[in-house]
């Protein structure tokens, strides 16, 4: 059996403001739907959790998922997604009695009836488990002295009965799994991995980097696109590809995710960031002006070279005047001025400029009101 496995799709988040949209649609679609599906043929799909990026989300995020899932539906492409500490998992599960019918399979919510949701996929057996807290386990099972996240993960593996004798099992689960310590790492509690080694492979969701934790059968997928600086460091991102067998043997191969715009970090002198050394790009862009020479239109000038740049930051060395400028604080000509340039090719007229300060200011105005 042939799985994809992925997660943290984070519908809806942004980018520094940035909207993400575009992006993740080529990476769902053309990416995950296109280009993969066709090369690799998989049994399954597996989404593990924060399917979006808040538990209340748009509507255009829901119908985007909708889309998906329909698309996969369309293809034959049977589903397997848990809901992550950033969704609401009753929002998530809503008609996923229907949804099943078409091969699209939702954990329900963490209860003590059915704390996993577990279905037979060909010879092996995909167990489901949303996200959940210590505490809502100990609730769930008082008699079974849960005092951390590694016990209430034995305890709900016990009372789901899994994985069930004779049948190799793959799990999916949304949490923070780490050393032997059931210490907190991020903002979640962390489990010790060893508590999955009963299961053939447990994919995993929650960290944005993809990493196995303490041998290739634990691993996180990490996000499809990077959402921040730190992970644009790593910026490379992945759909993995899980092969088990009957006997729960398992191997793993990592696509390489070809994004619809880079993301990149530079670090450099304010002229050297717009010379030749560096060419113009729809990347998104981090950028760090190293040295004090930036001119008080730097971050204008700076947007049009880079139109998708979400950051600019200024070295220590810069005046203090200067080092907290932000291009959000740049005032409204310099703002509006930088982008007709980028859009028109020209640079505007004074009056036409006059005119679009009027409107905005005339629209802050009912806004504040």
């Known amino acids: 059996m042939r799985f994809f496995h992925i ?15 575009d992006d993740l649609r080529h990476i769902l679609f053309t990416q995950i739907l296109g280009s993969a599906y066709q090369q690799y043929k998989p049994d ?21 998922f909708d889309e998906f899932l329909s698309r996969a539906a369309e293809l034959g492409l049977p589903v397997y997604a848990i809901s992550g500490n950033h969704d609401s998992a009753q929002r998530v599960s809503y008609g996923r009695k229907l949804f099943s019918a078409s091969g699209v399979h939702i954990s329900e919510p963490f209860s003590a009836d059915t704390p996993v949701t ?17 505490e809502t386990a100990a609730a769930a099972f008082p008699d079974d002295g849960i005092e951390n996240m590694t016990s209430a993960l034995k305890a709900v593996f016990r009372h789901a009965q899994i994985p069930r004798e004779g049948r190799s099992c793959l799990l999916v689960a949304h949490l923070s ?28 969701g929650h960290f ?52 619809l715009r880079g993301v990149q970090i530079l670090e450099d002198s304010f002229d050297t960031l717009l010379s030749d050394k560096y060419s113009p790009t729809d990347d998104y862009v981090f950028i760090a002006v190293k040295g004090s020479n930036a001119e008080s239109d730097a971050a204008r000038r700076l947007l049009i070279k880079f139109p998708n740049c979400v950051s600019i930051k200024y070295d ?9 400028e932000e291009y959000t604080k740049l005032d409204f000509d310099e703002l509006f001025s930088g982008f007709f ?29």
């Open 341 to 369: 340039q980028l859009a028109m090719g020209e640079t505007i007229e004074p009056e036409l400029l006059r005119t679009a300060r009027a409107l905005f200011e005339q629209t802050e105005r009912g806004i504040k009101a």
């Open 118 to 134: 577990v279905l037979s996929a060909g010879s092996i057996d995909i167990a489901l488990l949303p996200f959940f807290s210590s």
């Open 316 to 324: 220590e060395h810069h005046s203090q005047a200067s080092k907290t």
């Open 177 to 204: 799994a780490g050393s032997e310590k059931a210490s907190p790492i991020g903002s979640l509690e962390s489990t010790d991995y060893r508590v999955f080694e009963p299961f053939a492979y447990t994919a995993l």
């Open 208 to 259: 944005h980097t993809p990493f196995n934790v303490g041998g290739p059968t634990v691993r996180y997928c990490g996000s499809p696109l990077c959402f921040s600086l730190k992970e644009a460091r790593s910026p490379q991102k992945y759909i993995d590809i899980i092969d088990i067998s009957a006997n729960g043997e398992v191997d793993v191969i990592s696509h390489p995710i070809q994004p």
């Open 44 to 64: 399954g799909l597996i989404i593990a959790g924060d399917i979006y990026d808040k538990a209340s989300p748009s509507a255009e995020g829901v119908a985007m």
């Open 7 to 21: 997660g943290d799709l984070h519908i809806g988040r942004q980018l520094n403001g940035a909207d993400l949209t």
